[in-house]
């Protein structure tokens, strides 16, 4: 999705700045409205002023400060690292090159029990985790995962089998499932979330959304507006939902009902989440300020 304009353009670095700054700006927005948590918390972990500064600008730019907004500086390295490989070599030696990178963030937190005796592997993780803190980061994480989507926007007029990539996709959905489950059982991770299956569910999912435009059975405006507004919709609930996740435990601290259920947790937090985006959404479509927190 990134990637098709630049493509089109053939590597006009002028609109990848632009599309970069795009992001930052998005980014910045949840900086300023998560700050107070980011800078208390960062200054109860640190000994002096310097150290201070020194991990919120670590965090900013590579670990990632709050919750799951660590996935900005993990994509925005990513998307750098993807423009840069992929530019001088091609979509293909791109996604190659960064494989191994993901894979060993499967091997590391998905199935750690059995490699943790891999001396080298060990390495490379301590290496990875001493820079980024962990490897949710740009190289190990984002890195591949926009190179998937640069070899997909260079390969879309390819895609012909629509329902061949359905089934595939429910398939290796099936697997990711199946996948899951032995992990848990046998309880081979130390962070799940990371799962090997995920490479051919993204893969195939991504090739059936490509092509759904030509496949849906409606009015072609209708579909492209209600993919609109899930697409922004997805913008406001990825950086809302841990915050709102932390304000429901902090508020019903006390109440067991609530602290021993993950699953009730859940329920009322997405659905807190989902109602909060769609305000903020109907609030954007008259008043402009609202509609820099989901990027527009």
Not at 79 to 89: K, S
Not at 218 to 235: C, H, N, P, R, W
Not at 268 to 275: E, F, H, K, R, S
Request: hydrophobic fraction near 50%; glycine fraction near 6%; charge should be positive.
């Amino acid at each position: 999705f990134l990637f098709d304009k630049l493509l089109f353009s053939n590597w006009d670095s002028t609109l990848f700045f632009k599309q970069t700054k795009r992001l930052f700006a998005y980014y910045g927005v949840w900086l300023l409205i998560y700050a107070p948590v980011i800078l208390g918390r960062t200054w109860t972990r640190t000994d002096s002023v310097m150290e201070f500064i020194w991990q919120v600008i670590r965090q900013i730019f590579l670990t990632g400060p709050y919750g799951a907004l660590w996935v900005f500086p993990a994509l925005i390295l990513g998307l750098v690292l993807t423009f840069i490989v992929g530019r001088y070599t091609s979509p293909f030696v791109c996604l190659i090159i960064s494989c191994p990178f993901f894979l060993l963030s499967v091997a590391q937190m998905e199935y750690y029990h059995l490699v943790k005796d891999i001396v080298w592997l060990s390495s490379l993780n301590d290496f990875f985790c001493s820079i980024f803190g962990w490897l949710g980061n740009g190289v190990n994480f984002g890195w591949f995962f926009c190179a998937m989507g640069l070899s997909l926007a260079s390969t879309k007029q390819k895609i012909r089998n629509y329902r061949a990539d359905v089934v595939f996709t429910i398939f290796w959905g099936c697997m990711l499932v199946l996948e899951c489950t032995l992990i848990r059982h046998y309880s081979l991770g130390i962070s799940y979330g990371v799962m090997l299956m995920l490479i051919p569910v993204t893969y195939y999912l991504m090739r059936v959304v490509l092509k759904m435009p030509e496949k849906v059975n409606v009015v072609t405006s209708s579909f492209e507006k209600g993919a609109k507004y899930l697409q922004d919709m997805s913008l406001l609930i990825f950086p809302l939902h841990y915050g709102i996740m932390e304000l429901m435990q902090y508020l019903l601290r006390d109440e067991n009902w609530y602290m021993h259920s993950t699953t009730l947790q859940y329920i009322i937090v997405i659905t807190i989440t989902c109602a909060i985006s769609c305000i903020i959404l109907y609030l954007g479509k008259n008043i402009r300020f609202f509609r820099i927190f989901y990027g527009r």
